[in-house]
């Protein structure tokens, strides 16, 4: 019999108690098939990228832990500076991509847009949730469109840039695992410790571009530019 992770071995900080079932679906049926099953059955679901945002308590969670195994990249219209002088170019990355693969690829087929956000731990899936940023840069200038299993309606939706209602840190996805319509103030949000809107897949406009726009004062200094 193999014994599930703990919190503990699935988050950067290292601390977190037992877990009763650990589940790393591989297709995208079988995440959706993983969150149906903890939220049919009504146990805590925790849907888990890279760990790096979450402080776990000691306690077991008497629930299921789910985390996306899947990375793959899929650039959606490569040819388009070539053939219509388009720079915008769509890429599309799995929900369990690694933050910083989809950035090192980004670069490496000459798009701009999440280059300064190099670097931080994570996964596609989680970025969108915290709205990550850094030297300027934030995921929400360049998010297109984000595909979530919506685990009240029960349905895959498609929500675009405004649909996901982003701000500092923040998003629409990570309100709903803090509050909804009619809760009742101090008690639980029956999605909690996971938004109501399961992240499938991410896609992203990036500019084919041999320059970057500088817009951080620091790095401007490391790079001996002017921002902007
Ligand atoms: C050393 C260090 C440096 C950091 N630097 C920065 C920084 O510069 N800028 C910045 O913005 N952040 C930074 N962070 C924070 C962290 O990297 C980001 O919040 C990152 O997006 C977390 O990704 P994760 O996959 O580890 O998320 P996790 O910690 O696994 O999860 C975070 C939350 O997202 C939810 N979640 C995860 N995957 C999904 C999904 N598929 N669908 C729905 N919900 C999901 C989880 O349920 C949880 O509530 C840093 C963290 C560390 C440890």
């Not at 790393?24 to 805590?44: L, M, Y």
């Not at 009742?184 to 992203?204: C, I």
């Amino acid at each position: 019999m193999t014994t599930s992770p703990s919190f503990a071995d699935l988050t950067t900080i290292g601390v977190g108690g037992r877990i009763a079932r650990f589940e790393q679906p591989t297709s995208r049926v079988g995440i959706i098939e993983a969150v149906e099953d903890a939220d049919g059955k009504g146990v805590p679901l925790c849907v888990i990228g890279g760990g790096s945002n979450m402080l776990v308590a000691d306690a077991d969670f008497d629930g299921i832990v789910v985390r996306d195994a899947r990375q793959e990249i899929v650039v959606l219209d490569e040819a388009a500076p070539v053939e219509g002088g388009d720079t915008t170019v769509h890429i599309s990355a799995d929900a369990g991509t690694n933050w910083d693969d989809l950035v090192a690829f980004s670069i490496q087929i000459g798009l701009e847009g999440i280059e300064g956000l190099s670097g931080i731990p994570g996964t596609v899936g989680a970025s969108v949730v915290q709205n990550i940023g850094a030297y300027g840069q934030e995921v929400a200038t360049s998010v297109f469109a984000v595909e979530v299993w919506d685990r009240e309606s029960k349905v895959v939706r498609t929500l675009s840039s405004e649909d996901m209602g982003f701000g500092y840190r923040t998003s629409a996805l990570k309100r709903s695992m803090y509050a909804s319509a009619g809760n009742v103030a101090g008690q639980r949000n029956p999605f909690f410790p996971t938004p109501r809107y399961v992240v499938l897949s991410v896609s992203f406009a990036l500019r084919h571009s041999d320059t970057g726009v500088v817009a951080f004062d620091q790095l401007a200094r490391a790079l001996r530019v002017d921002i902007g």
